[in-house]
């Protein structure tokens, strides 16, 4: 089945797509080389004379530019202050139209070595583990820098945790500190993030190795402060020096540790080091989304998350670009606040989530019609599959068919965009992931790990057959569990977990996560190869497809859908038409449910295995939902399925 044609719809450039020819041959004849110049395009303080030396064989140990010695912030700050001191680092927009707060680099230093000089005051030393819970706000970019800035590991734990998440984190990393605020905006809610943090370090029984909570003024709302262990972060960074000399660490000291989404189970926490991930962000950033003087880059993930680490921090910041951070939400207090933010501060480069694309496109068309979006140069997608649906709304709407939308696949473990087309470079293909990037090998292989076609189609199991500088080093505290996860797959390969099928021109695809894949009458079918059919139906919203046991077939599929606001799914005769036209007549499914919601990460991901659980009548074995956005849509998801049995 060919879903789709190669698109070259913003043409492809011969020198562009030459050059970025010649680093791919580059990394094949001499790797070392190619990373090690990749290298100059960051701060050290000893310029490492070794690229990689790594093993995924044996007990796994990953290590790069090892003899190099360096500090992450002096890359995103220090180095741009005679060159672009006075250019504005960061924007941040308020929840409130009208508040709004630019830094420029200069700027940017002072507050992150005021607050680096603070948690030094409050004892917190190199290598200490340093929670950070905050909102959308600059103070989060500041102590994120701070805790590079003298050697500290930053663990950025997502505002919607729950106490016991929280508790649990914290106790998983040993963080000795934690910077959190007041309360947070969300649409016409608070979140109450003290009081969290508060419950959080009750509940954990004991407070664990934290010792200090330091507490942004977000809202101004009352909280309640412990004498001698919560501190107040202005009156903190008002008597604090604006000059904090930089620790000069090891390429491989970590630099944080970041806990995956958890769609899969228990989320575990991912160790990125300092040299290999700096390198590595600023490579992918520039190689993505190549900065002009005037760009404005807009990545709307948290910064929770591993996106937001990469593309919203250190990434850009490193590069010398501006990044914008926004408050709010993307439909608050009206629906269009993004479109506006866009237009206000000339954003050139947008990146955003599947599942926010098509809640945007629930809004209608004439929308973002309203808008100029004139500023726009390049769109990117990633944290989903993206159908070639939703993928063409982007292109066709917001892009207005003049910026190229670029698919990039990640993990919290790969630090950085592993699968992403280099826009100009080759041509785009809607739905597909692409390329590796330049300096990446992937492979496709069965599901014992064997690669049986080395190029052409294909379809299987997605792995990378060499290392790259931002790999995750280890699992926090269970190196075992890290081996065991990613490198007995295939051996001498980093296993994705992820499932995808290759075109005769090299191009991937993502068809689902492995865990996910439905076996029907001997056919593998990855989840966004049906899901992606249902998204042509344009009465759906969204959709996701699970595999439930079969006397005969092995697995039948069961799909759940969205309706779009006020239309009804088809019949089930309908989508079955669709996705037998479009996967195969053996992919027809058993049962379509109409549901309000989809059980969903706090990032955003869509969670399969609570479908697959409740769509075989498992509702009282439905394991860890901490990971879970909103655990009430279960019940409710249950209520609706059962209705409709
Ligand atoms: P856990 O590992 O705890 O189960 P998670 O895998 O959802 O959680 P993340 O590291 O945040 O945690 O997400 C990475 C996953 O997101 C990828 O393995 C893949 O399944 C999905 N993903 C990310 N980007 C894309 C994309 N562009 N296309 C398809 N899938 C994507
Ligand atoms: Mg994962």
New binding site residues.
């Given amino acids: 089945m060919e879903r789709t044609t190669l698109w070259d719809i913003t043409g492809v450039d011969p020198d562009k797509a030459r050059a970025v020819a010649a680093m791919r041959r580059q990394v094949a004849t001499d790797p070392d080389r190619f990373w090690l110049d990749q290298a100059k395009r960051i701060a050290w303080d000893t310029f490492p004379t070794v690229a990689c030396n790594t093993s995924f064989d044996g007990d796994v140990s990953i290590r790069w530019y090892e003899d190099g010695t360096l500090n992450a912030s002096v890359s995103c700050l220090d180095r741009h202050l005679a060159t672009r001191g006075d250019q504005t680092a960061l924007i941040w927009q308020g929840d409130d139209a009208a508040i709004s707060r630019k830094l420029t680099f200069r700027e940017l230093h002072s507050e992150v070595c005021r607050f680096a000089n603070v948690l030094c005051g409050l004892g917190v030393r190199r290598g200490d583990r340093v929670a950070i819970h905050l909102p959308m706000v600059t103070e989060g970019f500041v102590a994120m820098l701070a805790c590079a800035r003298i050697g500290a590991v930053h663990v950025v734990l997502f505002g919607g945790f729950s106490p016991e998440g929280i508790g649990e984190r914290l106790i998983d990393s040993g963080a000795v500190a934690v910077v959190t605020c007041d309360t947070a905006r969300r649409g016409a809610k608070r979140v109450p993030h003290k009081e969290t943090i508060d419950a959080a370090l009750s509940h954990a029984g004991t407070i664990g190795a934290v010792r200090n909570v330091i507490v942004v003024r977000v809202t101004g709302d009352d909280v309640p402060m412990k004498e001698g262990r919560d501190h107040d972060y202005t009156a903190l960074v008002a008597q604090a020096s604006p000059e904090c000399v930089p620790e000069i660490m090891r390429a491989e000291d970590p630099l944080f540790l970041l806990?995956?989404?958890?769609?899969?189970?228990?989320?575990?926490a991912?160790v990125h080091t300092t040299g290999g991930y700096m390198v590595w962000a600023t490579y992918t950033v520039d190689v993505t989304f190549p900065s002009e003087p005037d760009t404005t880059h807009w990545c709307t993930a948290d910064v929770a998350?591993?996106?937001g680490h990469t593309f919203v921090v250190y990434g850009p910041l490193s590069n010398g670009t501006t990044t914008l951070i926004y408050e709010g939400l993307p439909g608050w207090p009206q629906a269009g606040r993004w479109w506006d933010i866009i237009d206000r501060y000339n954003v050139s480069s947008f990146f955003t989530a599947?599942t926010a694309i098509r809640s945007l496109m629930r809004d209608g068309d004439d929308l973002p019609r309203r808008y100029s979006l004139a500023s726009l140069r390049r769109l990117a997608?990633?944290?989903?599959?993206?159908s070639a649906d939703a993928w063409l709304w982007f292109y066709e709407e917001i892009g207005q068919k003049r910026c190229p939308v670029i698919?990039?696949?990640?993990?919290?473990?790969?630090a950085g965009?592993m699968?992403s087309a280099i826009a100009g470079a080759q041509p785009l293909k809607p739905g597909w992931?692409t390329t590796p990037i330049p300096g990446l090998f992937a492979s496709i292989t069965n599901e014992k790990g064997e690669v049986v076609t080395p190029e052409g189609e294909a379809e299987g199991c997605l792995c990378f057959d060499s290392s790259w500088p931002g790999q995750a080093r280890t699992i926090w505290g269970d190196h075992k569990r890290f081996r065991e996860t990613y490198f007995t797959f295939s051996p001498g390969r980093y296993f994705?977990?992820?499932g995808a099928r290759r075109d005769e021109y090299g191009n991937l695809m993502?068809t689902?996560?492995m865990d996910d894949v439905i076996n029907v009458s001997g056919h593998r079918i990855g989840t966004?190869e049906i899901e992606d059919a249902v998204a042509t139906d344009h009465s759906i919203a969204e959709a996701a497809a699970v595999g439930i046991s079969h006397d005969l077939k092995g697995q039948g599929i069961v799909v759940f859908v969205v309706a779009r606001s006020e239309k009804v799914a088809p019949p089930v005769g309908d989508l079955a038409r669709i996705i037998s036209e479009r996967v195969g007549r053996y992919a027809a499914p058993e049962r379509v449910y109409l549901v309000n919601e989809l059980p969903k990460?706090r990032?955003g991901?869509i969670v399969r295995r609570l479908l697959r659980k409740i769509a075989s009548g498992e509702t009282d074995s439905l394991g860890d939902l901490s990971?879970l956005a909103d655990s009430s849509v279960v019940p409710a998801l249950i209520a609706q399925v059962t209705a409709q049995s």
């Avoid at 698919?407 to 790969?414: A, K, P, Y």
């Fill in positions: 806990y995956t989404s958890g769609s899969t189970g228990k989320p575990k991912i998350w591993i996106t599947p997608s990633a944290g989903e599959p993206i698919d990039m696949w990640w993990q919290t473990e790969t965009p699968l992931a994705s977990g992820d993502i689902g996560r966004a990460t990032s991901k990971s």
